[in-house]
């Protein structure tokens, strides 16, 4: 008997995005479906609609097109062509590329991620909200216009504690469910383990925080001074001839400076220059593989850090928004720095007592790796029951 086929609409996903943190979402989404498709005994295909970059890498054995770009502008005279793409598909699923919807990027930023969720409600394709960072709102106007497009959608999964309370508050609590970033799902390959006195230190640089945000005027309210930060850290580190420091960037758009973390990276190394830079990565798996080989990784970019947790490396993120103290909570792992409220030297002193103690660590993120895995299977779970109810529809 011929399987059902699916096919499924990745909205804010990409492929192709310099930043590997999108990437890493969308190829762990894709492992996800695949799993429940194959649960479900169903066939699926993806049309990834996002954001497009520098970057191209290919999953082999999966039919996947690439869609149309998003126009909020020809969405509201409903002539966009990334509609046509959605109305093709049996589903729509969203990850808001991680953390996007929110109005702190800006309400440009915003209208694009509601608009486009309008879009697919228009065309009247079942909407799923996947693991995500939902919210802050901070305006009355976006916090309403948010929750009227949550309410119509199939299911909101969030991926930390903070969001669910941030829905129950909003009274989307009907279709709501509570899961973890699904890039703990992201396949890698697991290193030779470290034999010998040196210690690898892996040390990703945001590029974002050394230029102060996108405003350059300090845009997400640090309490710490980033480059003072970074300048302690590595002082410490390179004081000692056992560690090898690797400077790991994770977000490398050309033609954007100030986002550039290997733009950051290649300064800071002239003036540490024992420290390795580690080359460009060509995939988010390539990233989490060269991670997982760490003894002790710290960074501001969240899905490095979550490449770092969910290979079971002891890892001290530091946090610059509720994005990173939601998902970390939420999975009780308490070795955080908190870049909104403690000062450089608390920072400093939080991430290198981490590194002495990299042992417990390594244990607490053992935990914390169990915890996300089976919070994943729920949505995994749900995947499987959305695919078998479309099959057996069709």
Not at 360 to 370: E, I, Q, R, V
Request: hydrophobic letters at 40%; charged letters at 25%; glycine letters at 6%.
């Amino acid at each position: 008997m011929k399987k059902s086929k699916i096919k499924i609409g990745l909205l804010w996903h990409s492929l192709t995005s310099d930043n590997l943190g999108v990437g890493a979402l969308t190829e762990s989404q894709i492992a996800i479906c695949s799993a429940a498709a194959k649960r479900a005994d169903v066939e699926i295909s993806f049309t990834v609609i996002g954001t497009s970059g520098g970057r191209a890498h290919t999953l082999h054995d999966i039919e996947i097109t690439q869609g149309n770009p998003v126009s909020i502008r020809r969405t509201i005279l409903g002539n966009a062509p990334y509609l046509d793409d959605i109305e093709q598909c049996d589903l729509v699923l969203d990850i808001g590329e991680g953390d996007s919807f929110t109005d702190i990027y800006g309400l440009y930023r915003f209208a694009f991620l509601w608009g486009s969720k309008v879009g697919v409600l228009m065309r009247k394709r079942p909407l799923i909200l996947s693991p995500q960072t939902i919210g802050p709102f901070n305006s009355i106007i976006t916090r309403f216009l948010a929750a009227q497009v949550m309410k119509r959608c199939e299911k909101v999964f969030t991926r930390d504690e903070l969001s669910t309370r941030y829905l129950d508050d909003a009274e989307v609590r009907q279709n709501r469910a509570e899961a973890i970033d699904v890039a703990f799902r992201l396949p890698y390959k697991s290193p030779e383990p470290n034999i010998g006195e040196t210690v690898n230190i892996g040390l990703n640089i945001s590029g974002l925080l050394m230029s102060g945000g996108y405003t350059g005027a300090n845009q997400f309210g640090l309490t710490v001074d980033y480059k003072k930060l970074i300048e302690k850290l590595l002082q410490e580190w390179t004081a000692d001839q056992r560690n090898t420091i690797w400077l790991v960037s994770h977000v490398t758009p050309e033609n954007m400076d100030n986002e550039n973390d290997m733009v950051s990276i290649l300064e800071v190394q002239k003036k540490f220059p024992s420290c390795k830079v580690v080359p460009k990565f060509e995939s988010p798996s390539e990233a989490k593989s060269f991670i997982a080989g760490m003894d002790f990784f710290t960074g501001a970019r969240m899905h490095a850090c979550i490449a770092a947790i969910s290979s079971g490396v002891p890892v001290v993120p530091l946090s610059y928004s509720r994005k990173f103290n939601g998902l970390f909570n939420t999975l009780e792992y308490p070795w955080i720095a908190d870049g909104k409220v403690d000062n450089t030297e608390v920072a400093v002193e939080k991430i290198l007592t981490g590194f002495k103690n990299r042992t417990n660590l390594k244990a607490d993120a053992l935990k914390a790796k169990t915890s996300a895995d089976l919070k994943l299977q729920a949505y995994e779970d749900f995947l499987v029951d959305y695919f078998s109810m479309l099959a057996s529809k069709k």
